[in-house]
């Protein structure tokens, strides 16, 4: 008898596995930390016009009046300061997490904004982009997520249009995991520093985490000059996501600033 419980006990925790893993099969239908799975597609019960009503804990997504992204249209000029960078290099850390592609980064990179210091986390990418300019999307774009030390955040933003292959991003694109819950480590450096424009002007308003729970608060950069990434390129990193943007979400009451 006991040894049937045992035996019932490892099934259990097998098929428990198994199930949790298949939450992870596909982009579309995943878990959060809070236990409710969310997605993208449109038509999909878990999609982004559902987001609100999954968990108590992402009613932010549908009640919140200061959401991102946004469309990028009608900037008001008020000299934004200039973002101080302070990107060092680090080891490649690389997980697919069933929303997206998440290059992790080791402690000491910071972006000084206004007074704030604000410390580099981990970049991760979306396809097609998420922001839109004039109502038309880039191909894919880049989030940086930064956090400083009383927990705000700050997210800096690079869209990217298709051209010529963009070598900087080799070797994050050598070792993209495919199949969620898949890591990569490697000895190899990179900087993020080399994986952005020269040109920083950027547009800034305050917005949301695009994900649940739809976190309001959040310091948007969105870079003005976009990079060239090889349809191949595009082809290798949207096999992959598949389609995660949010939508955009109303400007209401807030200002774009540039
Ligand atoms: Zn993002």
Known sequence: MFSYLKSLGKFLAVLSIFLFSAGFAGVG?????????????AESESGPEHWG???????????????????????????????????????LNIVNNGHTIVVNYTKGSYIVVGKEKYKLLQFHFHTPSEHTVGGLPAVMEMHLVHKSNRGKLAVVSVLF????????????????????????????????????????????????????PCTEDVKWHVLKTPLEISKGQLKAIETILGANNRPVQPLGARKLKE
């Open 161 to 212: 249009r298709t051209g010529a292959e963009n070598v900087n991003f080799e070797p994050v694109w050598a070792n993209l995991p495919d199949k969620a819950g898949q890591k990569k480590s490697l000895g190899k450096k990179i900087n993020v520093m080399d994986l952005m424009p020269e040109n920083k002007a950027y547009y800034a308003y305050s917005g949301s985490l695009t994900t649940p």
């Open 53 to 91: 009503d999954l968990s108590h804990k992402f009613v932010t997504c549908k009640e919140g009046v200061r959401q991102s992204p946004i469309d990028i249209i009608g900037a008001t000029d008020t000299k934004l300061a200039d973002i101080e960078f302070h990107y060092l290099p680090t080891k």
């Open 29 to 41: 239908y995943t878990y959060a930390s809070g236990g409710a799975h969310w997605g993208y597609g």
